[in-house]
Each structure stands twice: as structure tokens, then as C-alpha cells.
T-cell receptor, first 111, second 112 residues
Framework: SQQGEEDPQALSIQEGENATMNCSYK?????LQWYRQNSGRGLVHLIL?????REKHSGRLRVTLDTSKKSSSLLITASRAADTASYFC???????????FGPGTSLSVIP | NAGVTQTPKFRVLKTGQSMTLLCAQD?????MYWYRQDPGMGLRLIHY???????AKGEVPDGYNVSRLKKQNFLLGLESAAPSQTSVYFC???????????FGPGTRLTVT
């Protein structure tokens, strides 16, 4: 069964707007990661946030983690057409061997 | 520094045929993974390896076998392909299991 579930499944916004995606998970974690996948390509790592962190930034990306609610959010500010992609969260279920990916959020940024 | 490479990029098999997908990484990573990606399903872990000579089952291991004879290579085998194995296969590697993973470009497999 999937550990992480992204919400919404699909999101369409205008260029310049902010995009927010959420990830909920079921069991305790060490870390939570976000990845991006452009159409027809492999996944690319965006951010890793540890269970003792609450917020992390990388350029236009902001990730928050609420372990009490078992949820995380990814905010992309001032979106660009190049941000059009699928975004996945991955959680480790407190295992040091592997992570489980959610089904992803498909983001479309309209120029 | 090529990162993670996969061979082949595309393949069409007939039901019952066998094939091997090759994954290679040049980052000296201990951990390597094979995933399949189907529409609307995200990535599902098939098998993984925590070091040379080791392998372990993931979520969907049936119908697949793997080998990690060398640290830099992770092979995924289909002994008798079935249409249900039509998918895009991704290989990934990482320094540790809960660290960021580096993905290959994928292999698109069609079984007719």
C-alpha cells in the first residue's frame, strides 16, 4: 500500500501564480522527499526534509512538514511554464533501506 | 560523470520472451533500485539492493529477478514476459536508503 498520497491529483495555474501540493502519509518517517518528473524523463530530486525540521527552502521552492498531522506541502512561488511536470513525495516509513513514492500531482503552468 | 544510465531505452517483446535491463551508476552508491511506473500509479518498487552481492524484494517483485554482482551495476531480468509487464522501468541509486535518489532516463517496455 502507498505510504504517501499527494493532493490534488492535478493542478492547473497561470504563469506567475503560486502552486501548492500536499502529501499525507501514514506511519512515522525519518525523512520526506519531493521529486519532479518532466514528461518522458526520470525523476529529479528537489528537497529532502528531516522529521525534526519544520520548513525548508530551495530557490522558489518551500517545503513544510507537520509530523503531528503526518503531512507535508510543497509550494512553488512565481510559477513558470518550465515548472510543468509531475511532483512526487517519497517517504521512508522509518526504514533506512528504501522509500515509497506517492501517485504524484500533475502540475500544468499555462503561459 | 554519467550518473545513472539504463540500457536499452526502448524494447518490444512478445509474450514469453525474456530480457535483461541493465542499470549502471558511477557515483559509488551502495543502494540501487528498480521501479516500474504505470499511468496513475506513481512508482512502485520491484527489487532493490543495499550493496554488492545483495538483493531484496520490493512491493511488486513477482515475475522479475535481479542481480548485483558488481557495485556499479544492477540487472533486472524478465524470464517470461507478460503483457502486464508493459511499463516504463526506472533505475535509481543513492548513498543511503533514506537519502536522495538519482534516477536513470527509463526503459519503455512493451509486451505484446
Amino acid at each position: 500500500s502507498q505510504q504517501g498520497e499527494e493532493d490534488p491529483q492535478a493542478l492547473s495555474i497561470q504563469e506567475g501564480e503560486n502552486a501548492t501540493m500536499n502529501c499525507s502519509y501514514k506511519t512515522s518517517i525519518n525523512n520526506l522527499q519531493w521529486y519532479r518528473q518532466n514528461s518522458g524523463r526520470g525523476l529529479v530530486h528537489l528537497i529532502l526534509i528531516r522529521s525534526n525540521e519544520r520548513e525548508k527552502h530551495s530557490g522558489r521552492l518551500r517545503v513544510t512538514l507537520d509530523t503531528s498531522k503526518k503531512s507535508s506541502s510543497l509550494l512553488i512561488t512565481a510559477s513558470r511554464a518550465a515548472d510543468t511536470a509531475s511532483y512526487f513525495c517519497a517517504t521512508d516509513r522509518a526504514s533506512y533501506d528504501k522509500v515509497i513514492f506517492g501517485p504524484g500531482t500533475s502540475l500544468s503552468v499555462i503561459p | 560523470n554519467a550518473g545513472v544510465t539504463q540500457t536499452p531505452k526502448f524494447r518490444v517483446l512478445k509474450t514469453g520472451q525474456s530480457m535483461t535491463l541493465l542499470c549502471a551508476q558511477d557515483m559509488n552508491h551502495e543502494y540501487m533500485y528498480w521501479y516500474r511506473q504505470d499511468p496513475g500509479m506513481g512508482l512502485r518498487l520491484i527489487h532493490y539492493s543495499v550493496g554488492e552481492g545483495t538483493t531484496a524484494k520490493g512491493e511488486v517483485p513477482d515475475g522479475y529477478n535481479v542481480s548485483r554482482l558488481k557495485k556499479q551495476n544492477f540487472l533486472l531480468g524478465l524470464e517470461s514476459a507478460a503483457p502486464s509487464q508493459t511499463s516504463v522501468y526506472f533505475c535509481a541509486s543513492s548513498l543511503r536508503g533514506d537519502y536522495e535518489q538519482y534516477f536513470g532516463p527509463g526503459t519503455r517496455l512493451t509486451v505484446t
